[in-house]
């Protein structure tokens, strides 16, 4: 049984310092991974609100939270180049998360379609910039998500898209229309969102996530961890997560081996839906219904 592990990185210092070190912890458990990359400017600090509830501090820092604002936001892609290269040589998978992560984050949900595709051509132009080839798999800045882009996921080549929450492998449908560039979800609750907003309660997230998990449906799971929190302070509770998964016999792997092992032909319609994300009032794209079930 296979869990895809989706890996996001936010920040200059999230690429720069958490990726090589979960490079190194992967390498450890025999895991693989998809690393989704911010391409351009670091601007965090124009959408500290949309992090995830950790202490926040200590997981980004207190440059990355300026960065954007008082600070100006480095480019991720021109200065971690070498990092996102190194990635690719080792085995996994790099994908495109945003080329500015934060302008993602402020303007997608409501964005048109002029904006929403000049937004996911600049991190394609990037990405193929930095690895001389095509990403093949999207991942959206906090599954947000609108109508243009889902059909840009189909337009520009990729292969697969992970940019929802739900359950199993889909084709989504937007008002009716399909949308041929299948989505993997995330199928599982974040570290951060099973633990105390002071990082207190890690050890019953981890436990709550391999009881999750004991009892596999047919397609598997897909994990979604981010580079400056389990590439740093909770790095040891990522190591216990992988060795747990381990243990239950899954198949730690990137999105695109995940998906290698899909019929994809027969992989269901489900329409897309906006919900509030767990534990907060933001919006985000979910595997809905069944499409004419």
């Known amino acids: 049984m296979k869990l895809a592990l989706r890996v996001e990185a936010a920040s200059l210092r999230g690429t720069r310092d958490g990726v090589p070190r979960l490079v190194e912890l992967l390498k450890q458990h025999r895991a693989g991974a998809t690393f989704l990359f911010t391409l351009g400017a670091d601007h965090t600090g124009r959408a500290i609100g949309a992090l995830p509830g950790v202490a926040r501090l200590r997981c980004y820092g207190l440059a990355t939270l300026l960065a954007g604002t008082l600070l100006p936001g480095a480019d991720i892609g021109a200065r ?3 990092v996102m290269r190194r990635v690719r040589d080792d085995g996994h998978e790099a994908g495109i998360q945003a080329y500015d992560r934060a302008g993602w984050l402020r303007h997608a949900a409501r964005a048109d379609d002029t904006w929403t595709r000049t937004a996911m051509r600049r991190a394609r132009d990037r990405f193929e910039e930095i690895f001389g080839t095509g990403a093949l798999t999207h991942g959206a800045a906090g599954w947000r998500m609108n109508r243009y882009a889902f ?7 990729f292969r697969h898209g992970s940019d929802t929450r739900g359950r199993c492998p889909f084709v989504p449908i937007l008002d009716g229309e399909i949308v041929a560039c299948p989505q993997l979800p995330t199928t599982l609750p974040t570290l951060d969102e099973l633990m105390g907003a002071d990082g207190t309660g890690t050890d ?9 998990t004991r009892d596999p449906p ?3 799971h897909v994990y979604t961890l981010r580079a400056e929190i389990e590439g740093a302070e909770f790095a040891p509770a990522l190591g216990e ?3 747990g998964w381990r243990a239950l016999g899954y198949e730690l792997v990137s999105l695109r081996d995940y998906a290698s092992g899909l019929d994809l032909a027969r992989v269901p319609r489900h329409v897309v839906v906006e919900e ?3 534990g907060s009032r933001t919006v985000i794209s979910y595997q809905g219904k069944e499409f004419l079930s």
């Open 204 to 212: 019953h997230a981890v436990q709550r996530l391999l009881e999750l």
């Open 276 to 278: 509030a994300s767990p």
């Open 151 to 157: 059909r840009h996921t189909q337009r520009l080549g």
């Open 218 to 220: 047919a397609t598997g």
């Open 80 to 82: 971690c180049a070498d």
């Open 241 to 243: 997560l992988l060795a």
